[in-house]
């Protein structure tokens, strides 16, 4: 059995799933932030899918602006759990609930 | 090219705004000189504007257009005729007279006279505006100053009242706006000489005429009021300072009436035609409904912006009887109701000041201490009653005739006479008023009330003075009027 | 010509400005000078209306020409304002500036040291000011205007003292009871107005009488004239508010009850008699009105204590008289039974020859009320007596008074009251014999107040002394009762175009002997119980203990209207209602949109948690529902 696109898509569709549900369900900040980044690869796992079989270079251009934007994205988000941590001394979501009405 | 006259009296109290606004140093009195110049000035040329206004001439006068917003047509183009005239000299009238009342303000006075200031400039501007864009813009305008004015000055529940007046304005006018849009789109002008000329009831169909046409009355029925959209009114001109409520009920209340006449009527005559009798039953409401929760009122303030209900009723009587003498007559009635009703809260805010009650079962036996005020309250008093002699009389009685004659409506006949009997109720509330307030043996608590001051005198004896004139003499007015209501039913035929 | 009419009534109201703007606030330290330029304006009315009165004797048809002035165009309606001069106003003229005049001067003596003098003098000018327009109104708008202020006037004057509650209510009440009676009235004008085009007195009357007016419209325009008549002239059912209005200075009753206000009603009833006749059923209505009232205002006016209020209900009843005279001629004319010029002249001339000696004897009734009191401090007649010695010349001249009321022949009252129980007897039986019964109860109440007030022994406090009043008030009352014994023998009921009455003559028909016979009857029953007590006076009171209770409460109208009409009905029942619903239905509905959309805000806001992974929840279930409904229905 030769490995084929869908493979790699059900691959980048479980992992994504698995994401979203740790970005939902955890109530670590932290946990979340990780999640968030399972998400982000599973699409760069598809993006170099259908750039392999797709012959086409974009979305491998792609997942390198992902993972920048990611990185990015991350040093941000870990800078204001510390900081949620230092003024609330929590990191749990449920409980940073500043903006709740 | 000619003096803008009108623009000049429309933005003169807008300029003594800014001028206030910029004042260098915030002395009261010169503040108040600074809001008295101005306001003097405006009706001053008002009174020119109304001795130069052509008595012969039918169309809008001393017409100023400029293109405005070109590509939607629309222009800045003032003009008055008779309809609009006398209600201009009202507003400068009153604009003046409000700045009067309003002497003995203390409380954050730069402000106070900006936001009055700028409240009569967009009252002059409705008045004066031809152009639907521009009116609506002016009729926004007086909103934000009257918000601010009745929440900051006013008293008891202020803010209330101010939200409300607001809120329920601002839905009046949000329909308003859909109305006038909707015009737009299908007359593709904001003209409201040429929208009255271009016959569009039946060219639009009736379906969606009399939409727009209830989209735009709607928002005049709650400026006016009309029964039942009238309960922000009790609310806002009880709470608000006495020379907002002066404004409010003299001037802002005939917006609706104005609109109405000027934009229901003239533009689509058929459906007014249509729509009277339900109109003129709502009117009938509110003459007697309003005249029997006025006899129920202990707050003077309350019971006098009742009044104004009932009266304003016969305003929209005389409207959609539909024929000259009646819309004359309601004409006068705006007008005369502005100068009588104005002269009542400014008086009874005068009686606040001097006794600090307003609850008449509290009040008594005042005419001893208050020998010029019972006077004058006396002959406003008698006005509102319409007694012979007065403005109140001489605007009663045209409505009430041309509504009996009229022959556009079915059966207005009983409605008018349902109509007269408005007069018996207000003589009852009025005299039992005064007799509350006034007569009777004189109480302790007010023992060294003083009377009406010297500045106080002045301005109800001028209001008291046109008062009379008016009602002796009510040509001085009616040819004026006469020439306004002439091309609104030429479509009648 | 014209001028003169114009002034004689527009010199008092010109008193009246001159009183008010100048007198009053600038020379108020001389209050006496309002007193002559109200007399100076009065007595100048006085002579410029009996130049009139010869001009008009002169003219041919007893109607002067005079000219319209326009006053209002709008379109197609023009309205003229203008002056009438014929007999019925020229008569009317002369007893509104005699008795005024009289009045003024008497009032010198009554409210002399009053601080409202100014004010007093000012109102009483335009009281008569607004009086005579209103008498030379030559259309209805105008007469509706002086009618108005005719009315002001008296709420002003009523209200004179108005520290006084009762006073301040009782202005009240009159004002308001006698403008339901002007709103049929003013109806009926626009109703006029409508049919006919016109304002105008004298072309209404021509077209009612060419039947141009028809039928039931005619009727109840005359019946809406007719209610303003009997606010006016306090006709039954709004009679309530006269006996109130004593609570004025009593020379302002004098004027109101004797020449000025509610002699107004009775003048609108004779002014438009040709319009009114038209209608059988409006003249009828007017006939028994006016019967019905003038007995049942005599039934009160016996058992009062209060010396105004008798003579109160003495006016009511004595316009009763008049209307009935009125209504019976034109019942005549309407049935045909009279010859129609003949009948609205006779009509005319029957009911305001009555309201002409009316005035001279009521004017001085009130002014020995007025006198009384001045002497007594009080005007309850349990707590006076004893006045004949005291008051010789009071008492002289109210006995001429009340003779002449009574309808004493040869006195002025007896020649009116003739003519009517002449014309009633002829046209409506049972109306004359209600006004035969009427005859007997005015000379009983009459007298008994007489008795009572003058008679007998001084019943009231030991520190009055009682003195006869000064000159000022003198003078008037005799000068009144010498009108009060010749005014019926002057030919006013020819120059009207009514019968004429030879002076002995009268005395032949064994009608007029049936009157002075009842009349006599009831002084003689006055006498044996108030007099010589042959009668006790409480036995006979709790004979007829219910009836007097009746009677004696004024069979409840006050409270019914008052107290059970407009406060529990109107104020207190439907305007509270209206109250209720306006703070609670239509406010309700206002305040419950708001609030509703607040309320919704509320719970609606409830769904934004602040919990970021809710709304990333809620961001993907979206996402699948796009997805699964572009995968459905895509």
Redesign the interface.
């Known amino acids: 059995m030769a490995v084929g696109l869908e493979h790699f898509l059900i691959l980048s569709a479980v992992l994504f799933s698995i994401g ?1 549900y740790g ?3 955890k109530r670590n900040a932290v946990v ?1 932030l990780m999640c968030i980044e399972i998400m982000l690869n599973a699409v760069n796992i598809a993006m170099v899918a259908f750039s392999r079989y797709g012959h086409l270079l974009t979305g491998q251009v792609f997942a390198i602006f992902i993972m920048v934007v990611a990185a990015a994205e991350v040093v941000v988000g870990l800078a204001l759990v510390i900081a949620i941590y230092r003024s609330r001394e929590t990191v749990d ?2 409980r940073i ?5 | 090219m000619s003096i803008p006259y009108l623009s000049i009296i429309i933005f003169l109290p807008l300029a003594g705004a800014i001028a206030i606004a910029l004042l260098p140093r915030a002395d009261p009195k010169r503040i108040k000189l600074t809001a008295a110049f101005f306001t003097l000035l405006s009706l001053v040329l008002a009174i020119a504007l109304f001795f130069m206004f052509d008595r012969s001439l039918a169309g809008a006068q001393f017409v100023e257009r400029v293109g405005w917003i070109p590509p939607l047509n629309a222009h800045y183009f003032l003009g008055i005729d008779g309809l609009s005239l006398p209600l201009v000299a009202l507003t400068a009238l009153l604009g003046f007279i409000a700045v009067l009342v309003s002497w003995k303000i203390e409380l954050r006075v730069r402000e106070y006279f900006v936001w009055l200031l700028v409240l009569e400039t967009g009252i002059l501007g409705v008045f004066c505006s031809l152009d639907l864009l521009l009116f609506f813009l002016f009729w926004e305008v007086e909103i934000l100053p009257m918000y601010l004015l009745i929440s900051i000055w006013g008293t008891g529940r202020k803010e209330y009242s101010a939200m ?1 007046f607001v ?2 304005t601002l839905l009046g006018s949000a329909l308003m706006l859909a109305g006038i849009l909707l015009l737009y789109f299908h007359a593709g002008t904001f003209d409201m000489v040429e929208l009255a000329q271009l016959g569009l009831g039946p060219a639009l169909g009736s379906l969606l005429a009399t939409a727009i046409f209830f989209l735009l009355f709607f928002g005049y029925a709650v400026k006016l009021p009309l ?2 959209l ?3 009114l009790p609310d806002a001109h009880t709470d608000a300072p006495t020379a907002v409520s002066v404004i409010l009920a003299g001037i802002m209340l005939k917006m609706g009436g104005y609109g109405m006449i000027r934009i229901c009527i003239a533009i689509f005559p058929q459906i007014a035609r249509t729509y009277a009798p339900l109109i003129i039953v709502l009117a009938l409401v509110s003459i007697l ?1 309003g005249a ?2 006025t ?2 009122q202990r707050d003077l303030k309350r019971l006098i912006a009742y009044s104004s209900i009932s009266h304003m009723g016969y305003v929209v009587l005389g409207l959609f009887a539909l024929s ?2 009646s819309i ?1 007559g309601a004409t006068l009635q705006m007008v005369s109701h502005g100068l009588i009703i104005g002269l009542l809260f400014a008086l009874a805010g005068l009686l606040y000041d001097k006794v600090h009650e307003r609850d008449i079962t509290r009040l008594g ?1 005042l ?2 201490q208050m020998p010029i005020m019972v006077v004058v309250f006396s002959v406003a008093g ?1 006005a509102a009653l319409g ?3 007065t403005s109140g ?1 001489a605007a009663e ?2 409505v ?3 509504s ?2 009229s022959t556009m409506v079915a059966g207005i ?1 009983i409605y ?2 349902i109509g ?2 408005g ?2 109720l207000t ?2 509330y009025i ?2 008023m ?2 509350r307030v ?5 109480k302790a608590d007010y023992e060294g009330a003083a009377d009406a001051g010297k500045l106080e005198t002045f301005y109800a004896l001028v209001m008291v003075a046109l008062i009379m004139l008016i009602g002796i003499y ?2 001085i007015l ?2 004026v009027i ?1 020439m306004g209501v002439l091309p609104i039913l030429a479509p009648f035929g | 010509m014209p001028e003169v009419a114009l002034a004689i009534f527009l010199l008092p109201i010109f008193s009246f400005v001159v009183i008010s703007l100048i007198i009053r606030p600038f020379l108020n330290k001389r209050p006496q000078l309002s007193w002559y330029v109200t007399i100076a304006s009065i007595g100048a009315s006085l002579i410029l209306s009996l130049w009139m009165l010869v001009e008009v004797i002169k003219a041919p048809g007893h109607v002067l020409p005079m000219p319209d002035y326009q ?5 197609d ?1 023009s309205i003229h304002l203008g002056v009438m001069a014929d007999s019925l106003a020229a008569v009317m003229l002369i007893v509104v500036t005699v008795v005024s005049l009289v009045v003024q001067i008497y009032s010198r003596g009554y409210m002399h040291g009053d601080p409202g003098y100014c004010r007093y003098f000012a109102f009483m000018s335009l009281f008569t000011g607004s009086m005579l327009g209103l008498v030379l109104a030559d259309n209805l ?1 105008f007469l ?3 009618w ?2 005719v009315g ?1 006037c008296s ?1 002003l004057l009523i ?1 004179f003292w ?4 009762e ?3 009782a ?2 009440k009159a ?2 009871v006698t ?2 009676g ?2 049929g009235f ?2 009926a004008i ?2 006029l ?2 049919k006919t085009g016109t304002f105008d007195i004298g072309e209404l009357q021509h077209l009612a009488l060419v039947g141009a007016i028809g039928g039931t419209a005619l009727t109840w325009a005359a019946i809406g004239i007719f209610s303003g008549a009997v606010g006016k002239s306090a006709q039954f059912p709004l009679h309530t508010w006269l006996p109130d209005a004593m609570e004025g200075p009593t020379p302002v009753s004098a004027l109101i009850h004797a020449a000025t206000m509610v002699a107004a009603g009775v003048f609108l009833v004779a002014r438009l008699f040709p319009m009114i006749a038209s209608s059988y059923e409006a003249i009828m209505t007017v006939a028994i009105i006016g019967g019905f009232t003038a007995i049942f205002a005599a039934t009160m006016g016996m058992v009062m204590n209060d010396f105004k209020r008798i003579l109160a209900y003495s006016t009511i009843s004595q316009l009763g008289y008049m209307m009935l005279g009125l209504g019976v001629v034109g019942v005549g004319v309407a049935r045909g039974a009279v010859a129609l010029e003949v009948g609205l002249a006779l009509g005319v001339a029957v009911g305001i020859f009555h309201l002409f000696n009316h005035a001279f004897f009521k004017a001085l009734l009130f002014f020995g009320a007025g006198s009384a009191s001045h002497a007594t401090g009080t005007f309850d007649i349990r707590e006076m007596g004893g006045l004949r010695k005291a008051m010789p010349w009071t008492f002289a001249t109210f006995l001429i008074g009340s003779l002449s009321i009574v309808g004493i022949w040869p006195l002025a009252g007896f020649w009116g009251k003739e003519q009517i129980l002449s014309q009633a007897w002829h046209y409506a039986p049972i109306l004359f014999y209600l006004a035969m019964i009427t005859v007997f109860m005015t000379a009983f109440y009459m007298f008994r107040l007489l008795f009572l007030a003058f008679g007998g022994e001084y019943r009231g406090g030991a520190h009055v002394s009682l003195r006869e009043s000064p000159a000022v008030m003198i003078v008037p009352m005799v000068l009144l009762a010498i009108l009060s014994v010749v005014s019926g023998w002057l030919p006013i009921s020819e120059f009207l175009g009514g019968e004429s009455h030879s002076f002995f003559g009268a005395l032949a028909s064994p009608m007029a002997w049936a009157s002075l016979l009842l009349a006599a009857l009831g002084i003689l029953l006055a006498y044996a119980i108030y007099s010589k007590k042959w009668i006790s006076a409480e036995s006979m009171r709790r004979r007829f203990a219910p009836l007097y209770t009746i009677v004696s409460r004024k069979y409840w109208f006050d409270e019914l209207y008052e107290n059970v009409f407009v406060v529990r009905i ?2 207190d029942g ?3 209602l ?2 209720w619903f ?1 703070d609670h239905i ?2 309700g ?2 305040n419950g949109i ?1 609030g509703g959309t607040i309320a919704a805000g509320r719970e609606i ?2 769904l ?6 809710a709304y ?2 809620a961001i ?1 279930i979206g996402i699948l529902a796009i997805i699964a409904f572009f995968m459905i229905f895509g």
């Open positions: 979203l970005a939902l369900a979340i979501v449920e609930d500043l903006m709740k009405w | 409300k809120v329920y029964f039942p009238h309960t922000w409904y029997a929760v006899f129920r000259q003498v004359s036996g005419a001893r008698l007694l012979p002699g009389f009685f045209l009430f005739l041309g009996f004659r006949q008018t006479v007269v009997l007069l018996v003589a009852g005299l039992w005064l007799q006034f007569y009777g043996p004189p009510p040509r009616t040819d006469n | 006053w209002l165009v709008i379109g309606t708008l509706f205007v002086f108005e202020l002001l709420y209200g108005f520290h006084r509650p006073a301040a209510r202005a009240t004002f308001i403008r339901i002007d709103f003013l109806a626009l109703f107005y409508a109107l104020v439907i305007f509270a209206f109250h306006d239509v406010d509905m206002v708001a806001r409830r934004q948690t602040g919990q970021l992974q990333g929840l993907f």
